[in-house]
């Protein structure tokens, strides 16, 4: 996904919790599963840390994610109006009186209706974690940084989007000058 298809994405989604969630994913590397399970008391603003449990993730170990600058004050925001003990997204179905998380289906469905509004192709929420992959690689963050917000088990995994800027990297290579 490229950055005007990711901004007609945000300009084709309606709901702002939808527009949030696709943010989150793309800012901090989430996988769906992830974000569905996250509760108010796993964000700590402050730090700007997001702590993922291990029983959450897809790799069996916890770790903790950034959260951009750019998310703090929506995210805030947001926030403000839940209980800690809530799931940071509920859908609306109820278990014992309280509201259960949103489904990654849920978000699948609305993501795929903001796709087709955007006249955007083949993607999935997935998309948005390597959308957001490939900003860091572009923005020349080290690839262990990389591999610690994605959670990826090896830089080997974390490589393989380096061969999606291969192109771009042709580029900086001839505009250096390198060469021997």
């Known amino acids: 996904m490229a950055p005007e298809e990711f901004q007609s994405l945000l300009d084709a989604t309606d709901n702002p919790k939808h527009r949030l ?10 996988r769906s599963n992830e974000l569905v399970t996250l509760e108010v008391k796993d964000i700590d603003l402050d730090r700007r840390i997001v702590s993922l449990d291990k029983t959450n993730t897809k790799n069996g170990k916890s770790r903790k994610v950034v959260i951009p600058k750019s998310l703090l004050a929506d995210l805030s925001a947001f926030i403000k109006c839940k209980e800690s003990e809530d799931y ?5 179905s109820l ?45 020349e963050i080290d690839l262990n940084t990389i591999r ?15 061969s999606n800027n291969l192109e771009k990297r042709k580029d900086k290579l001839d505009a250096s000058g390198f060469g021997v």
């Open 21 to 30: 969630i696709w943010r989150i994913l793309a800012g901090c590397g989430l």
């Open 88 to 92: 940071l997204f509920v859908g609306q």
């Open 148 to 162: 610690l917000q994605l959670g990826h088990s090896s830089l080997g995994i974390t490589q393989i989007y380096l």
């Open 95 to 139: 278990k014992d009186g309280k509201l259960q998380p949103l489904t990654t289906r849920a978000i699948r469905k609305a993501f795929n209706l903001a796709c087709e509004k955007a006249g955007l192709g083949n993607y999935s929420p997935h998309s948005l974690r390597h959308y957001c992959a490939e900003q860091m690689v572009e923005a």
